[in-house]
């Protein structure tokens, strides 16, 4: 079949709904300029222009998850060298085994230069004809009705060059307009990507704002609890000294939650500094693994390492430490006793360039529908319905940011009441 798709004198690409590309085809990725292998998996926006990731998300996605098939719909992609290419998509979206794909053929837009050069070609072919019927208007005057008849058939010949030279315009004239409205609708899409930027500005301006002005109260409140519980105000009974326990616990939870509101807007902000250095992931682990020691021996659980000290990444140590730490609290927290959290390491198998750390457990697991949804912002995954909510559901939001503000990411593979695997990608060190 991907012989077949590569014979195509189109581009085509298929990805899932969770918009990883499952197949490419030659064309697509000669006139991107990109190799097969480092398209495959990856999302589909990686090859769509700004405009166009904002229209696949808003309409082209929507459209076809509701109709299951899309047709004629204009697009911008983005080559490898950042040429934006225009494309007509036809999207079908099919289930393919225990999934849904979305097949997409892309027409590059083209029409508008051959028709102009078909013009060209005829008003040549109009010119020449004049010029033979001028040469044989000569050999008219030397000869009789063959020459005429000869003649009146060379008229018709232009008539239905003039003709079709005229419709090449009319259909010149169409394209130019069609043109026109593309670069308006494209203009509009810009004009909106702005005005969505400056709002998401100004909420992540509004969120630190706010949990700066939070976070004051509450460590006071902190503070005098502690006061307190020292008994400079006075004796405390077991009781008093129990409540105030309470208060001190629910004090650490409020601003637990507030230091990830602000760390999340300060990253959407914009305003989170990296020092990338080279990284030893077998060092990171060390450094954290003590800290989640006392959880996954409270909660009965195995812990396996294996991450070679060979695998050194160009990172900032503190982040990929934060992100590791998010990673092992949300799989203890989801493994019931007896099962297992391991965190792996290597070079990436499907790409020379990088690294992984990955964390995986035993654990509940998430719903495949739910699968997509777990790196955006206050959303928290909770498949038993008895287990009391916690935390602010920005842990993996926040993770997968710094993952990519480092010039990695952050993915998630999972399997109901099987456990989870996160797989963080980071840049290889090139010196090793």
Do not use: W
Not at 295 to 311: F, M
Not at 347 to 371: C, H, K, M, W
């Amino acid at each position: 079949m991907d012989e077949l798709l590569d014979l195509a004198p189109c581009g085509f690409v298929s990805f899932g709904d969770d918009g990883g590309m499952l197949t490419v085809n030659a064309n697509l990725t000669g006139r991107l300029g990109y190799d097969r292998d480092a398209l495959i998996g990856r999302h589909v926006e990686t090859i769509l222009a700004v405009g166009s990731r904002i229209f696949y998300h808003t309409h082209l996605f929507p459209l076809v998850r509701l109709h299951g098939k899309a047709e004629e719909i204009f697009m911008l992609l983005r080559a490898k060298d950042g040429e934006q290419v225009g494309v007509l998509c036809n999207a079908v979206r099919r289930e393919r085994g225990d999934r849904h794909v979305t097949d997409c053929v892309l027409m590059e837009v083209r029409e508008r230069r051959k028709f102009e050069d078909a013009l060209l070609q005829a008003k040549q072919e109009a010119e020449r004809a004049h010029q033979a019927l001028q040469a044989r208007t000569a050999e008219l005057e030397r000869a009789n009705g063959l020459l005429e008849s000869q003649a009146l058939e060379l008229e018709l010949q232009q008539q239905h060059l003039e003709d079709q030279a005229s419709e090449l315009t009319m259909q010149g004239e169409a394209l130019q307009s069609l043109n026109d409205e593309l670069l308006r609708r494209g203009a509009e899409l810009e004009q909106q990507r702005a005005a969505a930027d400056e709002a998401n500005q100004e909420k992540s301006r509004f969120l630190a704002v706010m949990s700066h002005e939070l976070r004051t109260p509450l460590n006071a409140i902190g503070g005098y609890v502690q006061l307190l519980d020292m008994g400079l105000h006075g004796s405390v009974t077991d009781a008093q000294r129990e409540a105030l326990g309470r208060i001190d616990r629910s004090q650490r939870h409020l601003l637990r939650l507030i230091n990830d509101v602000l760390n999340l807007s300060r990253i959407e902000a914009g305003r989170v500094d990296y020092t990338v250095e080279s990284v030893g992931l077998a060092d990171v682990v060390a450094s954290v693994m003590p800290m989640m020691e006392p959880q996954i021996a409270a909660r009965g659980l195995l812990a396996e390492v294996s991450v070679p000290p060979a695998v050194i990444a160009r990172a900032d140590t503190e982040k990929v430490e934060q992100i590791l730490l998010n990673l092992l609290t949300n799989a203890v927290k989801f493994t019931g006793a007896g099962g297992s959290v391991a965190v792996t390491g290597g070079n990436d198998t499907s790409s020379a360039e990088q690294v992984y750390l990955r964390v995986s457990d035993t654990g509940s697991g998430i719903p495949s529908d739910f699968l997509d949804r777990i790196f955006e912002p206050f959303i928290q995954v909770d498949v038993s319905a008895t287990r009391p909510s916690e935390g602010t559901g920005l842990g993996l939001a926040i993770s997968r940011d710094l993952a990519r503000g480092m010039g990695g990411d952050l993915t998630a593979e999972s399997e109901l009441g099987r456990g989870s695997a996160f797989t963080l990608a980071l840049p290889k060190d090139s010196s090793t």
